[in-house]
């Protein structure tokens, strides 16, 4: 089971934000994250808990191993507005997922 | 630049079927995994199978493990789900993965399960 938290942050831009994600046992850093905006596909951002995936900004980084990981944006931008999901596949198939993170303006 | 573009979902009542594909383009499609997932309208992301490169070896999430069948044609590069017996769960929007590192999704296709 992978918990994430908090379920909602709200933000300004220029913030730096940390999102969490807490899995119930170790996943050992096969951890990835995704960042889906309204009305599209779920794009990967981040796999093996730290690599970012091709063309994806370097403010967003992941970090953590184990249990517990992190995905954090420096300096926010308004495009970042979106819900933020984060994935296992240590112990996969299957795949599970946390319920998400959205990131909204304050 | 990989794509995937999926195609086939829609409104069918309960006890129905259906059969959702994905075309593939960009990527050496017979070498890789390829992955059915699917977003609730609540938002909540689920997996829902895995075919390996060799179209012999498959996995089923428990949830549809005898109604759905993953499947795949590797020489017309296509990722086939299909899907009987659904059910008001089913309902979601259905997105098929590649198992690359750089992992794409394709925009997905949306399937109605209702009366």
């Known amino acids: 089971v992978l918990t994430q938290a908090p379920a909602t942050l709200s933000v300004s831009p220029g913030e730096t934000v940390t999102l969490s994600c807490r899995a119930s046992?170790?996943?050992?850093?096969?951890v990835r994250w995704y960042q889906q905006k309204s009305g599209q596909a779920p794009r990967l951002l981040i796999y093996?808990?730290?690599t970012r995936a091709t063309g994806v900004p370097a403010r967003f980084s992941g970090g953590g191993s184990g249990t517990e990981f992190t995905l954090t944006i420096t300096s926010l931008e308004v495009d970042d507005i979106a819900i933020y999901f984060c994935?296992?596949?240590?112990?996969?198939?299957?795949?599970?997922f946390g319920q998400g993170t959205t990131v909204d303006l304050k | 630049e990989v794509q995937l573009v999926e195609s086939g979902g829609g409104f069918v009542q309960p006890g129905g079927s259906l059969r959702l594909s994905c075309s593939a383009s960009?990527?050496?499609?017979?070498?890789?995994?390829m992955h059915w997932a699917r977003q609730t309208p609540g938002k909540r992301l689920e997996y829902v199978a895995t075919?390996?490169?060799?179209?012999?070896?498959?996995h089923h999430a428990d949830a549809v493990k005898g109604r759905f069948t993953i499947s795949r044609d590797n020489e017309k590069s296509i990722l086939y789900l299909d899907m009987t017996n659904l059910r008001v769960d089913d309902t979601a929007v259905y997105y098929c993965?590649?198992?690359?590192?750089?992992?794409?999704w394709g925009q997905g296709t949306l399937v109605t399960v209702s009366s």
């Open positions: 046992q170790s996943v050992n850093g096969a």
């Open positions: 993965v590649d198992g690359l590192d750089n992992q794409s």
């Open positions: 960009g990527l050496m499609f017979s070498w890789f995994a």
């Open positions: 075919i390996y490169g060799n179209g012999r070896d498959t």
């Open positions: 093996g808990a730290t």
């Open positions: 994935q296992q596949y240590y112990a996969w198939p299957p795949w599970t």
